[in-house]
Structures are given as structure tokens and as C-alpha cells.
């Protein structure tokens, strides 16, 4: 059965710092997600991307932030100058319309 | 702000009992609705959605939707310890453009299967 998958499973970097998470969706999915989750708090929404652009990005989602589809089956989240608070664990999620399977996640440390 | 809410339990329940968990949401536009399942430390994974009113049944799992109310529910029926995680609750938004979905979620609830 065609699943998620995301690179790395864990990442520490230093505040301040750059880290590119990877995702590749299920091939024949048409809409890419991003959601994070604070240990102990509930997944939020991050952004949504459909047709080789964002659809729909939360407050969460400022200018640290920003998604890519560098080719035909990568989908990256980047964080360009990450904050202690960005430690969380990140999904991405690919749905063909509504139904949205989740990746096993990132746990992103920053120290 | 489009909430979904749930109790966070700890729901204990003995093995082969009916476990139910419940969860309200607050956007009355809302269409669609899922159940997922989280194992501590791992990602959500699905279990079912609905969306129309009723009943819909798979296997152990019994989804309830009343839209009226703003209530969804999911019975697990002949509960099994490895049924024991957070169940999620989330709720389906379409966005203005029409083509862009998201999920909110609720916190979850702790279901406890004793054997």
C-alpha cells in the first residue's frame, strides 16, 4: 500500500539555523499538506499546496516558512532561521481530494 | 476561530467493552469528518470518515455524524489493548478558492484498553 514518507525522522540544528524537511506524497495525490505538533498539543495546520502553489497557509505560517515541489515527487518544508519554539514534531500529509494520509513525521529539535 | 473540541479522558475501558468517544465542532459549514489514531510518538493514522449524516460502520468501527448537533462520534466495538492510544477528531474546511482543504484538529482522547 502506497504510503508517505518523510526525511529525516530527526534533525537537531542550532537557533537560528536553516533545516529542508522532505516529504514525498503518495504518487497520485493531488494536494500536499504540512501540519505540525508540539509535544502534548493538538496537530495544527501549517499550509496546504495544490497545483505548484500554495492553497491555503495558516497564521503559523510566516516568512521563516516557505514549500517547495522541486520536482515530480519531492514536497519540502523549509525554516530559514529556526526559533526554540519551532521544536515539533512536522507532518506532511497528501490527499487525492479530501482524505488526508499522514507521513510518520520529523522531530525537529532546535537547541 | 474553527474549533473541534474533545474530552482529553484518560477513557479506561475493559477489553471487549464498547469504547465511545465524542467530539463537537463549532463551523456549521463543515462537510467532511475523520478519525484518526495516534500511538504516542507517532504519526496520525486514519481510521474513518463520514460525511453524511448517520451511521457508517467498518470492521470494530462505528462513525456517527449529526450535523444539526455539531457532533461526531466513533464506537469501537470489542475494545482490544492495542486499540489503547489518542483518538483524533478532525474536521474537513474547504477553503474560499474551492480546492483547498485542511484539517483542524481536536486534542484527542486518551482511550486505555485493560486487558
Known amino acids: 500500500e502506497p504510503e508517505v514518507t518523510q526525511t529525516p525522522s530527526h534533525q537537531v540544528t542550532q537557533m537560528g539555523q536553516e533545516v529542508i524537511l522532505r516529504c514525498v506524497p503518495i504518487s497520485n495525490h493531488l494536494y500536499f499538506y504540512w501540519y505540525r505538533q508540539i509535544l502534548g498539543q493538538k496537530v495544527e495546520f501549517l499550509v496546504s499546496f495544490y497545483n505548484n502553489e500554495i492553497s491555503e497557509k495558516s497564521e503559523i505560517f510566516d516568512d521563516q516558512f516557505s514549500v517547495e515541489r522541486p520536482d515530480g515527487s519531492n514536497f519540502t518544508l523549509k525554516i530559514r532561521s529556526t526559533k526554540l519554539e519551532d521544536s515539533a514534531m512536522y507532518f506532511c500529509?497528501?490527499?487525492?481530494?479530501?482524505?488526508?494520509?499522514f507521513g510518520p513525521g520529523t522531530r525537529l529539535l532546535v537547541l | 476561530q474553527k474549533e473541534v473540541e474533545q474530552n482529553s479522558g484518560p477513557l479506561s475501558v475493559p477489553e471487549g467493552a464498547i469504547a465511545s468517544l465524542n467530539c463537537t465542532y463549532s463551523?456549521?459549514?463543515?462537510?467532511?469528518f475523520f478519525w484518526y489514531r495516534q500511538y504516542s510518538g507517532k504519526s496520525p493514522e486514519l481510521i474513518m470518515f463520514i460525511y453524511s449524516n448517520g451511521d457508517k460502520e467498518d470492521g470494530r468501527f462505528t462513525a456517527q455524524l449529526n450535523k444539526a448537533s455539531q457532533y461526531v462520534s466513533l464506537l469501537i466495538r470489542d475494545s482490544q489493548p492495542s486499540d489503547s492510544a489518542t483518538y483524533l477528531c478532525?474536521?474537513?474546511?474547504?477553503?474560499?478558492?474551492?480546492?483547498?482543504?485542511?484539517?483542524?484538529f481536536g486534542k484527542g482522547t486518551l482511550l486505555t484498553v485493560n486487558p
Open positions: 500529509a497528501s490527499s487525492p481530494v479530501e482524505t488526508q494520509y
Open positions: 463551523d456549521r459549514g463543515s462537510q467532511s
Open positions: 478532525a474536521v474537513n474546511t474547504v477553503g474560499s478558492g474551492g480546492s483547498n482543504y485542511k484539517l483542524t
